[in-house]
């Protein structure tokens, strides 16, 4: 390939033409998503500038949340995203959505169950596996913690056992739990097994003294409350 044919990398566009100096004159909502991207990304390649790079992803994966679902590996599939690029852009997407998840402190109260989809729905929302978490609560519903690693399953189902769902619940001496899961197909609609978990949840916490307020599974867009949805036995 002739030199002359090359197109100019970012370096060599005019000042106003660069994303980055485009960012600091004018701020971001005039920037396309592949030029915010390049930014992160920074450098380009001998064939490949980072807007180019970034407008190759963007092309495979169709947008940021697709994208922030890949992995390290996965990124590096796209010719000229290696190991380096893809921890950029992994952070960045991580920051991104940690930022939009609704914080909530020990002390505080989940209003509605709409509170707790936002507050879990970035969080399991994308993962590859079942995800089972447990909201631990005082006798006035307050949160005293919430506990993360409850259970992770195959790609079809968590396995939940009653001695994992309540070991932290017992240890922080909790009122009662609301347990929330995701379904990685996207759809938050109960299974069969879902609701066969959720009788021999509330049957255990019966047992040991601790009421299970709600089990919430969280979809892509949407979530089902059992509570909402007259599920809880």
């Given amino acids: 390939m002739k030199e002359e044919n090359k197109r100019p990398t970012i370096k060599q566009l005019p000042a106003h033409e660069r994303p980055r100096e485009r960012l600091i004159q004018g701020g971001d909502e005039q920037l396309t998503d592949a030029e915010l991207l390049g930014i992160?990304?920074?450098d380009g390649t001998q064939d490949y500038s980072a807007v180019d790079l970034a407008k190759k992803l963007l092309s495979?994966?169709?947008?940021?949340?697709?994208?922030?679902?890949?992995s390290i590996r996965e990124l590096c599939k796209t010719k000229g995203i290696g190991p380096a690029r893809a921890a950029q852009i992994k952070a960045a997407l991580a920051i991104a959505k940690r930022f939009s998840v609704t914080t909530m402190k020990p002390g505080q109260q989940f209003k509605s169950s709409s509170d707790i989809y936002?507050?879990?729905?970035?969080?399991?929302?994308?993962?590859?596996?079942?995800?089972?978490?447990?909201?631990?609560?005082?006798?006035?519903n307050r949160i005293i913690?919430?506990?993360?690693?409850?259970?992770?399953?195959?790609?079809?189902?968590?396995?939940?056992h009653p001695r994992e769902a309540f070991k932290a619940a017992?240890?922080?001496?909790?009122?009662?739990?609301?347990f929330v899961h995701n379904h990685p197909s996207g759809d938050p609609e109960p299974s069969k097994e879902d609701i066969q978990i959720t009788n021999r949840l509330v049957?255990?916490?019966?047992?040991?003294?601790?009421?299970?307020?709600?089990?919430i599974i969280i979809g892509n867009e949407q979530y089902v409350s059992f509570k909402d949805r007259g599920l809880m036995p």
């Fill in 170 to 178: 017992i240890r922080e001496s909790a009122a009662s739990v609301i």
């Fill in 203 to 215: 049957e255990a916490g019966n047992i040991v003294g601790i009421k299970i307020l709600d089990h």
């Fill in 40 to 42: 992160i990304i920074r």
């Fill in 60 to 70: 495979a994966y169709g947008d940021f949340r697709s994208l922030s679902s890949a």
């Fill in 118 to 140: 936002n507050h879990f729905h970035e969080q399991l929302r994308g993962k590859k596996q079942e995800v089972f978490l447990a909201v631990l609560l005082d006798n006035k």
């Fill in 145 to 160: 913690k919430i506990e993360s690693d409850v259970s992770a399953g195959s790609l079809t189902s968590s396995i939940v």
